[in-house]
């Protein structure tokens, strides 16, 4: 009896979520830019000007799914500009809408559950975003 396809791709993609890329290590990330190591962003806090917007780089070999949430658990968060999840694979660069809604957001790697970022929007002077 042959196996279904299925039982084959099924560890491949598996292994391409939890096994590195192999090669040269990959560039670090311009100034002003979040970078995103293996397990971890390389800040755990961010702060961003209301209005403005979030430029995060996966500087490892490993994949990353980004969006709104702690801890790994992916959440909705109707004031975050990351309304959806984002896969980021070794060099991707993503930039995140402008951040309207001042306060405290969070976002997550479903992959790595350590890997959580406070992102503090702070008000402008002269409203809640000018």
């Given at each position: 009896?042959?196996?279904?396809?299925?039982?084959?791709?099924?560890?491949?993609?598996?292994?391409?979520?939890?096994?590195?890329?192999?090669?040269?290590?990959?560039?670090?990330?311009?100034?002003?830019?979040?970078a995103m190591g293996?397990?971890?962003?390389?800040?755990?806090?961010?702060?961003?000007?209301?209005?403005?917007?979030?430029?995060?780089?996966?500087?490892?070999?490993?994949?990353?799914?980004?969006?709104?949430?702690?801890?790994g658990a992916l959440?909705?968060?109707?004031?975050?500009?990351?309304?959806?999840?984002r896969l980021l694979?070794?060099?991707?660069?993503?930039?995140?809408?402008?951040?309207?809604?001042?306060?405290?957001?969070?976002?997550?790697?479903?992959?790595?559950?350590?890997?959580?970022?406070?992102?503090?929007?702070?008000?402008?002077?002269?409203?809640?975003?000018?």
């Amino acid at each position: 009896m042959a196996l279904p396809r299925i039982a084959a791709i099924v560890p491949l993609l598996l292994a391409g979520l939890f096994v590195p890329a192999v090669g040269p290590d990959p560039a670090p990330p311009p100034s002003g830019v979040l970078a995103m190591g293996h397990e971890k962003f390389a800040e755990d806090e961010v702060t961003v000007d209301c209005g403005s917007t979030l430029t995060m780089q996966n500087d490892s070999r490993w994949v990353h799914i980004i969006g709104p949430g702690q801890d790994g658990a992916l959440t909705a968060d109707p004031t975050s500009p990351v309304a959806d999840r984002r896969l980021l694979e070794t060099g991707d660069v993503v930039t995140t809408g402008a951040w309207n809604s001042p306060g405290v957001h969070y976002l997550t790697c479903s992959v790595h559950p350590e890997m959580t970022v406070q992102v503090t929007v702070r008000p402008c002077a002269g409203g809640p975003c000018c």
